[in-house]
């Protein structure tokens, strides 16, 4: 650095010119720099969340959790498995190694998930979650009306929802907080132990009751128009109607083993809110 400073001392108008160009470039690159909040970082892990309706946790972790922790722990670039099996859902966190391609591990991880997909209950299908800073919400606003909560729902996702969509570098907008109608259904135990009803066979019943299906496609004046077939729940005379199993008795042709039907709600936000992501 000696002949710097003995260079510097010898041209002093250079090295003041050459400070003076220095600073304006720094003054002109600055403004041009990128600036994030949150710098875009990744991080070397993948979840997998398999949803297992009805299931106890120890079902849960005996037919969904064990078979895909078995197939993932021998994968490469895979550093730990971490799991976590409760009522009706499965969450599986893999942990790479730093510096691993994130794509290209999610692709093979779905690939072994496919081929491990017939060992696994029919309604599972586990997907895969990769966590990214940049896709947390950066606007969150509240709404407060005098109107109906559920009516204000209804307007935020119809109309508002869809404006905000469709602005210039909107990602995603969410509508959170409002109020969501919850049934629960009390069960005859006593009349189900009497008759051989399992708990297990009302689930399967109420859940074909209230599914829609694709079945075939019809062509009508040039179009093609999907048919769907099944039957939604839109009330609860729709529920309480429903046929468990058949028999005969003084009930008539069949018997329904749950005594009543009455409504709760769920958690909720005190006011709605619109994320924009």
Not at 55 to 71: G, I, K, M, N, Y
Request: hydrophobic letters at 45%; a negative charge.
């Amino acid at each position: 650095m000696f002949w710097l400073t003995k260079l510097s001392f010898a041209n002093r108008g250079i090295a003041a010119l050459a400070s003076v160009a220095i600073l304006v470039l720094g003054l002109f690159v600055i403004p041009l720099l990128k600036q994030d909040l949150l710098p875009p970082v990744d991080y070397p892990a993948i979840s997998v969340v398999s949803v297992y309706p009805g299931a106890a946790p120890t079902q849960v972790e005996q037919d969904v959790t064990d078979p895909l922790e078995q197939s993932i722990q021998g994968m490469q670039n895979v550093q730990q498995v971490t799991s976590q099996s409760q009522e009706g859902a499965s969450l599986i966190t893999i942990l790479y190694n730093d510096g691993t391609n994130l794509d290209a591990a999610s692709q093979k991880l779905a690939a072994r998930l496919n081929e491990l997909q017939s060992a696994l209950p029919g309604n599972v299908t586990p997907q895969l979650q990769i966590f990214n800073p940049a896709d947390l919400p950066i606007i969150t606003l509240s709404v407060t009306s005098t109107q109906d909560e559920a009516a204000l729902g209804v307007a935020l996702k119809q109309i508002v929802a869809p404006v905000l969509q469709d602005i210039n570098g909107v990602s995603v907008v969410n509508v959170t907080g409002v109020r969501e109608q919850i049934v629960t259904v009390e069960l005859a135990v006593k009349k189900m132990q009497k008759k051989g009803v399992s708990l297990i066979q009302i689930q399967q019943v109420l859940a074909g009751d209230n599914v829609v299906v694709p079945a075939e496609e019809v062509d009508t004046n040039g179009q093609t128009l999907a048919v769907r077939v099944g039957n939604t729940f839109a009330s609860l005379t729709d529920l309480e109607r429903v046929i468990v199993a058949a028999g005969q008795g003084s009930a008539g042709p069949g018997h329904r083993y749950y005594e009543g039907t009455t409504r709760r709600y769920g958690c909720h936000l005190a006011k709605p809110a619109l994320i924009t992501a």
